[in-house]
């Protein structure tokens, strides 16, 4: 059973950074992982994956602005945000697949078993 613990949301003002970090724990299988936000009022949405060969997938509105990383050494899971928008205020959300369904939608949030509390982000214009 895995246990994941986001960190490092805050405030910001448009076009600055912030940096997400989550510390995974629990499980022996290696997964897919990903984060997802949810604003009020809106359904959670994919932001990036990462496959356990290292490869990415990232949602069409953070593309060249988001990069999803990983250690493995460290069971940590990155999302380093930058040129952030005030359409990017939400909660964001470390998720984990142990499963492997996330290899036929890794962006869809019920591909994913193990979730995260979640850290909130809030971008100011």
């Known amino acids: 059973q895995a246990q994941l613990v986001e960190s490092g949301g805050g405030s910001v003002q448009a076009g600055g950074s912030l940096s997400l970090s989550c510390a995974a724990s629990?499980?022996?299988?290696?997964?897919?992982m990903g984060w997802f936000r949810q604003a009020p009022g809106k359904e959670r949405e994919g932001v990036a994956a990462?496959?356990?060969?290292?490869?990415?997938d990232y949602a069409d509105f953070v593309k060249g602005r988001f990069t999803i990383s990983q250690d493995n050494a460290k069971n940590t899971l990155f999302l380093q945000m930058n040129s952030l928008k005030p359409e990017d205020t939400a909660m964001y959300y470390c998720?984990?697949?142990?499963?492997?369904?996330?290899?036929?939608?890794?962006?869809?949030?019920?591909?994913?078993?193990?979730w995260g509390q979640g850290t909130q982000v809030t971008v100011s214009s």
């Open positions: 629990g499980s022996t299988y290696k997964p897919c």
């Open positions: 990462i496959y356990p060969g290292g490869s990415t």
């Open positions: 998720a984990a697949d142990t499963l492997g369904y996330c290899r036929i939608g890794s962006l869809t949030a019920s591909r994913y078993n193990y």
